[in-house]
């Protein structure tokens, strides 16, 4: 009789610790996401280019191509699961080699614009292409968005990442130093959270300022304009720019004003004011200066949230960098035909593009953009996705 309830109890144990043991090889399967790799086609000039796939368990896909070290897609569910794909772009390379909004784009050397196409170095000037008026905008004619990175799939330890690396030899768009830089571009596996860390070294003094230019649109891309997102932003000034979009060096505070997003506010609440930054920009094209000063070292702060109160998708920006551009697609005029063939209208996405100041090379007051040899730049920054 004993042996038998001992055998009993051995079977039951053995049953026990095989249902572990299974439940724990599924979970680490589960945890687990998975990334493709597909030919995106080839560059006019005949470069091989592909696309990277990164999927996880909790419905978040985003496809990243080596041209540009560009996001092309990035589908999130909404608040009754269904997933869209929440940025601007093209179905094709063709789109991306020929397009000018930097859509999904990895922006440098240096984002956004550098007044009168030059800055000093120690007494050295350079001369930069001017390709925006008499400024140089976003790196310059042949920018980091439109060169072909090398693409690495690497080990994670929180989910699929892909690595890009682009040698920008010295003397490229005028700027001083052969700069290499890598974009790690990760999926969490047990979150939606697209991550992007930066790093980069150079071997002469140099200027740079990265940012990845992802046009979003929550309700999904290609699905009317943003005017309804609700939009805070952490910040309670902003850098006062002229009428050609260059700082004057002032910050100014948003309290009272249209630019003022402390707390969540639509959008189009206020575009259309006849308030002078508005009038300049077109719209919102401005970079807010982070409250907190950006993240310290290496940790994130919370910069921007949107949210689209019709599909609850809402977005969260998260970075070490000191400033945030609020673009609010100004410029989209329908002429580029984006994915199955759309015209994306003006303001029909908004762009959160984390950096530090435009023009800080000729503004000493601003934090440094400055790079030497010997020394490792760091930036990170994360779209993070729930719904409300
Ligand atoms: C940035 C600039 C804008 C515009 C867009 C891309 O946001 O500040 O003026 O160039 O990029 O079109």
Redesign the pocket.
């Known amino acids: 009789m004993a042996a038998k309830q001992n055998a009993r109890t051995l079977l039951c144990a053995l049953l026990f610790v095989g249902e572990l043991l299974l439940a724990g090889s599924l979970s680490s399967q589960g945890m687990r996401g998975t990334i493709r790799k597909e030919s995106f086609g080839k560059t006019a000039s005949g470069a091989q280019i592909d696309l990277y796939t990164l999927s996880n368990k909790k419905g978040m896909e985003v496809a990243i191509t080596d041209f540009g070290a560009t996001v092309v897609a990035l589908k999130v569910p909404d608040r009754a699961g269904k997933a869209a794909d929440v940025v601007l772009g093209f179905d094709t390379l063709e789109g991306y080699e020929n397009g000018?909004?930097?859509f999904g784009a990895t922006v440098g050397r240096y984002g956004?614009?550098i007044g009168g196409g030059q800055f000093a170095i120690d007494g050295n000037t350079y001369t930069l292409p001017k390709n925006?008026g008499n400024n140089t905008?976003?790196g310059g004619v042949v920018g980091f968005n439109k060169r072909v990175w090398k693409a690495q799939e690497i080990a994670s330890k929180d989910g699929e990442s892909v690595e890009m690396s682009y040698l920008s030899a010295d003397g490229e768009e005028g700027f001083p130093g052969d700069l290499s830089v890598k974009v790690v571009f990760t999926l969490p596996a047990d979150r939606n959270e697209l991550k992007i860390n930066y790093t980069a070294t150079t071997d002469k003094d140099t200027v740079l300022n990265l940012t990845n230019?992802s046009y979003f649109n929550l309700a999904g891309e290609g699905n009317g304009d943003i005017l309804d997102h609700l939009l805070t932003l952490h910040a309670k000034k902003l850098t006062q720019v002229d009428k050609t979009?260059i700082p004057t060096g002032e910050l100014r505070d948003v309290a009272d004003t249209p630019m003022d997003f402390t707390s969540a506010t639509a959008i189009g609440k206020r575009i259309n004011e006849n308030y002078e930054q508005l009038v300049f920009?077109k719209g919102y094209?401005h970079n807010w200066v982070i409250a907190s000063g950006g993240g310290k070292g290496l940790t994130l702060t919370l910069a921007a949230e949107a949210y689209d109160p019709k599909s609850g998708r809402k977005l969260d920006v998260l970075t070490t960098e000191p400033g945030v551009?609020f673009?609010s697609g100004?410029?989209l005029d329908g002429s580029a035909k984006g994915k199955g063939n759309k015209a994306y209208g003006q303001r029909a996405a908004f762009?959160l593009?984390t950096q530090h100041f435009?023009d800080s090379p000729n503004h000493p007051n601003f934090p440094s953009t400055l790079l030497k040899p010997n020394s490792v730049f760091h930036s990170r920054t994360a779209f993070r996705f729930s719904v409300k």
């Open positions: 000018t909004a930097y956004n614009r925006n905008l976003h230019h979009l920009g094209d551009q673009y100004n410029f762009c593009e435009p």
